[in-house]
């Protein structure tokens, strides 16, 4: 069946520190795949989305390339602020009404 | 009002109380959700509704009761909780299921 792997947390960096958070998929068909975020005391929100093998989607700085080579959708940014502390969330869609979120990983970002 | 709106924000209630959980979609989207959100654990997809029509039920208790009246509202009615069920419960809408809105979700806590 579908499912999404992401690497566990919390994940603990300084401010400017380069980010990676880990993700790789298993699904059957083409899926789209997905990062939403989670600020503290909200719900989640879409970061960022690639619909294709090798796209690339990004937004305020973030980035994930769907490489079908390797079923990974690794988000990535240069240099964190303490304002992107929250939890993110791996997931894809492949048809039907149903997406399959990842476990989160929780980011703490230190000033 | 716009986007995905949950009322109340915070609800505590007792393990014989009935309360109903509202959702409202301004987005003019096509299926509705609800998700529970625990501590330590990956976001459970608890119901899905298509055009108002409920197409998934992932084992949920039935002491939780969905009602979609129309596309734009989503319910859950809540009797008989318990302690267990103390969650943060977020409502989310899709049009055809792709890219999910979350609203901002309702703190829920049994006593």
């Known amino acids: 069946g579908n499912s999404v792997t992401q690497m566990e947390g919390p994940v603990t960096l300084s401010e400017e520190a380069f980010l990676t958070i880990n993700c790789t998929y298993t699904?059957?068909?083409?899926?789209?795949l997905f990062w939403y975020v989670q600020y503290p005391g909200e719900g989640l929100q879409l970061l960022l989305k690639?619909?294709?093998?090798?796209d690339k989607g990004s937004n305020k700085g973030f980035e994930a390339t769907y490489r079908k080579e390797t079923t990974s959708f690794h988000l990535e940014k240069g240099s964190v602020q303490v304002s992107d502390s929250a939890v993110y969330f791996c997931?894809?869609?492949?048809?039907?009404?149903?997406?399959?979120f990842g476990a989160g990983t929780r980011l703490f970002v230190k000033a | 009002e716009t986007g995905v709106t949950q009322t109340p924000r915070h609800l505590v209630m007792g393990m014989t109380n009935k309360k109903s959980l509202k959702c409202e979609q301004h987005l003019g989207h096509n299926a509705m959700y609800w998700y529970k959100q625990s501590a330590k654990k990956p976001l459970e997809l608890m119901f899905v509704y298509n055009f108002k029509e409920q197409t998934e039920n992932n084992s949920v208790p039935s002491r939780f009761s969905p009602e979609c009246p129309n596309s734009s509202h989503l319910f859950l009615h809540l009797h008989t909780l318990q302690p267990e069920d103390s969650a943060l419960y977020l409502c989310a809408s899709s049009q055809d299921g792709n890219e999910q809105f979350f609203g901002p979700g309702t703190r829920l806590t049994v006593l």
């Open positions: 699904a059957t068909g083409y899926p789209s």
């Open positions: 690639a619909t294709k093998a090798d």
């Open positions: 997931a894809l869609f492949t048809g039907g009404f149903k997406t399959i």
